[in-house]
């Protein structure tokens, strides 16, 4: 991934009606029509928020009739598992050292 597709990834996921709509999805994919039955939005905004998705690869399309049928694409979903598991683990190493440095100031304070 680039650091353009990266950080539209983390955008995408960002958004707490995209991740509702990948919870969703991830119960057997849905259309725009199904997903805005369970969300608090139009179906409209419902179809704007599946583009994001699409465009950072997370959601697959299919057309179903007069609709578009969505999908999870699970091997970028797992991609982007990983390296949000990744940041997070580099955010605990830094907090850690923060830490150490902060009992070293106060220990230092002390004596």
């Known amino acids: 991934m680039s650091t353009t597709v990266d950080d539209e990834l983390w955008s995408a996921v960002g958004d707490p009606t995209r ?3 990948l919870d969703l999805l991830l119960a057997g994919g ?3 029509t199904t997903l805005s039955e369970h969300l608090p939005v139009t179906r409209q905004a419902v179809a704007k928020h599946l583009g994001v998705l699409h465009r950072v690869g997370l959601v697959h399309v299919t057309p179903s009739g007069r609709e ?3 999908e999870v ?3 970028q979903l797992a991609r982007a598992v990983a390296q949000l598991s990744s940041v997070g683990a580099a955010w605990d ?3 850690q050292r923060i830490k150490r ?3 070293a100031i106060q220990r230092s304070q002390e004596d």
Do not use: C, Q, S, V
């Open 19 to 21: 991740r509702r709509m």
């Open 68 to 70: 578009r049928r969505y």
């Open 101 to 103: 440095i902060a009992e």
């Open 30 to 32: 849905g259309t725009a």
């Open 93 to 95: 190493a830094r907090l």
């Open 73 to 75: 694409d699970e091997a």
